[in-house]
């Protein structure tokens, strides 16, 4: 299966400032099948970016994905109160569909 | 509004069963595929199961297989899990989410599965 490695665990961020994600796959990701999920405490994943750079319907356009093959990034280009949270990357090209660990997006 | 509906979630003892279901508002449930994944408490996300639209197409994480089974009934717009052989680590929020060309977009909140003795 293809391991998803997200880097790093923990991010502490001023809001206004810009967050860098990272999600390495162990093995090309077919067809950049690569989504960006956002989950606060209690609530459901919601999703951000499919596609490796798609953003969803209704996703901020301070939201950003980019990479291909084995290397992907979640950018927020400044951060407001409400994107504290935590993040995941999916590989959705192979199965079983795969999900990082999570990166926690947490104020400084 | 998309809207998904888990329920069925319970305290079960080690080697019992349970089943999950799940009912979706808000779209053509027939001309979607439909998956579970769950979160242990305070854990991150691991997918567990997989159905096709028609139904004819299932798929299962190597963790549940031989234990889960999952169905649909498309005339009551609903998703199931059934789950035997429970064990400790299948303790989790069992989310039901629907998927698009594999790509897994709205979720529904979950129903919570502990088991315990």
């Known amino acids: 299966e293809v391991v998803l490695t997200q880097s790093p665990g923990t991010l502490s961020l001023s809001p206004g400032e810009r967050a860098t994600l990272s999600c390495r796959a162990s093995?090309?990701?077919?067809?950049?099948?690569l989504a960006w999920y956002q989950q606060k405490p209690g609530q459901a994943p919601r999703l951000l970016i499919s596609?490796?750079?798609s953003r969803a319907t209704g996703i901020p356009d301070r939201f950003s994905g980019s990479g291909s093959g084995t290397d992907f990034t979640l950018t927020i280009s400044g951060l407001e109160p409400e994107d504290f949270a935590v993040y995941y990357c999916?590989?959705?090209?192979?199965?079983?569909?795969?999900f990082g660990q999570g990166t926690k997006v947490e104020i400084k | 509004e998309v809207q998904l509906v888990e329920s069925g979630g319970d305290l079960v003892q080690p080697g019992g069963s349970l089943r999950l279901s799940c009912v979706a508002y808000g779209f053509t449930f027939s001309r979607y595929s439909m998956n579970w994944v769950r979160q242990a408490p305070g854990k991150g996300l691991e997918w567990v199961s997989y159905?096709?639209?028609?139904?004819?197409?299932?798929d299962y994480a190597d963790s549940v297989k031989g234990r889960f089974t999952v169905s649909r009934d498309s005339a009551k717009n609903s998703l199931y899990l059934q789950m035997n052989s429970l064990r400790a680590e299948d303790t989790a929020l069992y989310y039901c989410?629907?998927?698009?060309?594999?790509?897994?977009?709205?979720w529904g909140q979950g129903s919570l599965v502990t088991v315990s003795s």
């Open positions: 093995q090309s990701v077919n067809g950049i099948s």
């Open positions: 999916l590989q959705y090209g192979t199965s079983p569909r795969t």
């Open positions: 159905i096709s639209s028609s139904g004819t197409s299932i």
């Open positions: 989410v629907r998927s698009v060309r594999a790509l897994l977009d709205y």
């Open positions: 596609g490796a750079s």
